[in-house]
């Protein structure tokens, strides 16, 4: 989910930490190469074809592989990783093909029942994760990453 909203975010929390570029190895899941990663710091790999993205080392369940890319240190707030398993626990419950917040529809009616639901900020039906908690993600949020 990190990863999710780094992206949309287009923050890394990379200011201040360390960027390492250069060949890069994954054995037996876990990155060779000693980036001075602290335990339990999030890291983003960049370049790689199968474990691009945010991972908190030390992460032992990555896919093996060699590659040119690099592992940029990552200084992630507690109040990011804390709203990260709120929207996690967010699209547990609601976002799931069977929920009403996913429906294709903006207004149905059968039976004597009917409902009407807004429009997300985008233009777009339905909620989502983002337009959920774009309020409190906007705090850290850059323009350009």
Not at 10 to 23: A, D, I, L, P, S
Not at 31 to 52: A, T
Not at 91 to 114: N, Q, R
Request: proline content about 3%; glycine content about 10%.
């Amino acid at each position: 989910m990190l990863s999710e909203i780094c992206s949309e975010i287009k923050n890394y929390f990379t200011y201040n930490t360390t960027k390492y570029v250069g060949k890069f190895h994954i054995v037996g899941g876990e990155l060779q190469e000693d980036c001075e990663l602290q335990n339990d710091q999030y890291y983003r790999i960049v370049g790689s074809v199968f474990n691009d993205g945010v991972h908190k080392h030390p992460a032992t369940n990555l896919h093996d592989e060699t590659w040119d890319g690099g592992v940029w240190q990552m200084a992630v707030p507690q109040e990011v990783i804390d709203l990260s398993e709120e929207i996690d626990t967010w699209k547990t419950k609601y976002g799931g093909a069977e929920s009403a917040a996913l429906s294709p529809f903006t207004s149905e009616s059968f039976g004597g029942y009917s409902y009407t639901k807004g429009a997300s900020s985008n233009g777009g039906s339905g909620i989502t994760w983002k337009s959920v908690f774009a309020d409190r993600l906007n705090k850290w949020r850059k323009i350009r990453p």
